[in-house]
């Protein structure tokens, strides 16, 4: 049987705190598929360490002591771009979530999981598959159906006042002229206003521009 596939992934823990750092040393020393090759509780003592060990995975907290997580992952990920990343965090704040995933990272686990989610995660970032804790990944299509859902309204600001006001004839199913007679605007007005909302909206048919404007309705 080949050697290599039983070759333990080889793991550095950077946490403030030593409890945390403990307790992830124990967990992951208790199975072969695993070897804690360092740990830091400081992005300053973490990076020089990282580079000299240049583990396979490393599981960055993101409230280390002297710099933020996603700097620190950042940092590592410039020196040793083959480096998998998961990212240990205790909130689902939006921003610090998005900010995490776009340094590059492979995963990102609640710091309350428990041992059997960071063990899945990092297996699986072992395969070089990417891994949300079921929590953020629920938190994440909410933000992304809050957005969406934002999308509308932010679509209708494009809009000039005049383009906005064809929007609910359009939606009551009157035709160009019946529109131009009602705004008072000629015909080729009309049709030029709608081209305008086709063209800010990625429209292509008015029943489309009348389901936009349904949507928008408080």
Do not use: C
Not at 67 to 74: D, P, S, W
Not at 87 to 111: E, K, P, R, W
Not at 173 to 200: H, M, P, R, W
Request: net charge positive.
């Amino acid at each position: 049987m080949n050697e290599l596939e039983h070759t333990p992934t080889r793991v550095f823990i950077i946490n403030p705190q030593e409890l945390v750092r403990v307790g992830m040393r124990t967990l992951l020393n208790s199975v072969p598929d695993f070897r804690i090759v360092g740990e830091a509780p400081s992005r300053t003592e973490a990076l020089p360490l990282v580079i000299q060990h240049k583990p396979d995975i490393v599981i960055v907290d993101l409230r280390v002591q002297d710099g933020t997580g996603i700097e620190t992952a950042k940092e590592i990920l410039s020196h040793l771009p083959a480096t998998r990343l998961l990212f240990l965090a205790d909130t689902l704040n939006d921003t610090i979530l998005l900010s995490a995933v776009s340094t590059g990272a492979h995963g990102y686990v609640l710091q309350d999981a428990g041992a059997e989610t960071l063990m899945h995660a990092l297996r699986s970032i072992t395969k070089g598959q990417a891994y949300l804790d079921p929590g953020v990944t629920r938190h994440t299509f909410a933000y992304l159906r809050k957005v969406a859902d934002r999308e509308p309204e932010r679509g209708r600001h494009l809009l000039s006042p005049q383009e906005r006001r064809l929007l609910p004839l359009i939606a009551q199913g009157k035709t160009n002229k019946e529109i131009a007679a009602e705004l008072g605007l000629s015909d080729k007005t009309v049709k030029n206003y709608l081209a305008n909302v086709y063209s800010k909206l990625h429209l292509t048919r008015r029943s489309q521009a009348a389901a936009f404007y349904l949507k928008t309705i408080p």
